[in-house]
């Protein structure tokens, strides 16, 4: 019960402290919103909401391409800014200088990206028929392995306790199972949301279609946001359980001293 209670709270605070952040970052989510948004305009031009037909043909479009990857680059580094800035009002960490920082963080921005690339250009060096399955292996292999990397994701933009993913998975441990819910389920209605929003654009009229693109590049900057807040709240769960450990050690050890001879 005291689980589900702590991961009613952290669900609901996760997407409080996006919409926080979003607020306190304003600069740099403006300008992820605003370069997402002139992403669906060059799709636009390039005629990707004119038809069901014209979206699965143009998806490799190089001024698209070039645009969505600054994109993915601009999501991670954004979620590096988010997690200090969470890290120091929600979760009270330390933060070293953002360039130390950013270099630890570098590893996981690449692994991030590279497994972007798989996804994205599965068609280019798969056959067709081996491409969704291959996509769902990598989809998922992320949703399960993320729960894992969160302390040190965290710990990288902040102040470095957790070294490596080896020793994030370990100090995650049996919390494995409350983070692997909370990061799914959290992400889930954003996404849900995301991907209505570019499937039910395709074919309409301008007078729909560009308030739909505008809501997205909104919900693309409100992603940015919540998942790193969704990782910073399963760091301040395991810090939680690794002090209470510690306590319990600390009391032990007062116990098993002997008390000195009168």
Known sequence: MKWLKHFGTDLVGAHFDGARTLYALRWMFGAIILWEFAQHVVEYRIGM??????????????SRMMLGWIKMLSVYVGGFFVLRYLG?????RAVSAPGIAFLRYLPYLIYSLILFGALFYARQYLAEDKVLPVQATIGLGQVFIEPLLMAWIVSSATDGAVPNPIASARRTGLLYLYALPLFFVGRLPINILHQMLNRYA??????????????DAVVVGLIVAIIPAISVRVA???DERTARREEIRAANARLATPLPSA
């Open 88 to 92: 120091t009002v929600r979760a009270n």
């Open 202 to 215: 395709v074919g309409r009229e301008p007078i729909l279609l560009w308030p739909m693109l505008v809501v």
């Open 49 to 62: 909401f004119e038809n069901v037909e014209t979206a699965r043909a143009v998806p490799m479009n190089s």
């Open 236 to 238: 301040m769960r395991i």
